[in-house]
């Protein structure tokens, strides 16, 4: 049984965890040392120009502002990123928002020598997306699985036997060993492993019909930003965005 629980990263390998206190959303910057491309996944708008200087501070050139899925609690900095940086906005094809690039199960994003493998995860929304990079054992899973946890289904198409599915079919099945990385962590945990959340995660250890009812009672407040969001990240960050956000 694996206990390693952080990342042995090739040289060439670049990886940053940044975070967003205000919504608790991780954003990760991934590059390539050698040919300098970089992909950020899960950007938030209040923190393109910081994601920006951090991506020209390593030399590093942004390729692709990825999303996991249609966030309903902040804003995505894709939109953002593209007016900073020459980068092409990301996000699944089911999502049913705008982007540069739409993705699809098995499809491969490629940065250097690098390639994130698209897994599609819905079930916390039905354009969900897990993105794996096997050379390094990592995996990006959204909101599809978090720490201890996994996304709420009471909203955006959500629906707890498609996410419970996707995560013990996709994510559960990597190896062990994977180091995971959510989108969000409320207690301040930053990483996990699928080792880890295969024995201790509280709802998805359950069986299938515990699991549906715990989704059925989680009682959570609705989104604070979930208005303003979801209408902005239909265009990617780019279009009907609040007026606060105009620049
Ligand atoms: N209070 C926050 C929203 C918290 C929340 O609903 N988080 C989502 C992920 S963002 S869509 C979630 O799925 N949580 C699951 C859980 O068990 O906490 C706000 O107002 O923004
Ligand atoms: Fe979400």
Known sequence: QSVRGHATMASNFVFRQLFDTKSSTYTYLLGDAESK????I?????????????????????????????????ITGTGELKKLTNCKSVISK???????IHIDESDVIEFGTHKLRVFSTPGHTNGCVTYYIPEQGMAFTGDALLIRGCGRTDFQ?????????????????LPDETILYPAHDYKGMMSTTVDEEKRLNPRLTKSLSEFVEIMENLN??????IDKALPANKACGLYDLPEEYQT
């Open 220 to 225: 959570l407040a609705y989104p604070k930003m």
């Open 157 to 173: 198409e959500g629906n707890s036997t498609n996410l419970y599915e996707n995560v013990h079919g996709k994510i559960f099945s």
């Open 37 to 40: 491309d970089a992909v950020l």
């Open 42 to 74: 899960d950007p938030v708008i209040e923190h393109a120009k910081r994601d920006a200087q951090l991506v020209k501070d390593l030399n590093l050139n942004l390729k692709f502002a990825i999303n996991t899925h249609m966030h309903a609690d902040h």
């Open 94 to 100: 089911a999502s049913g928002a705008k982007a540069d």
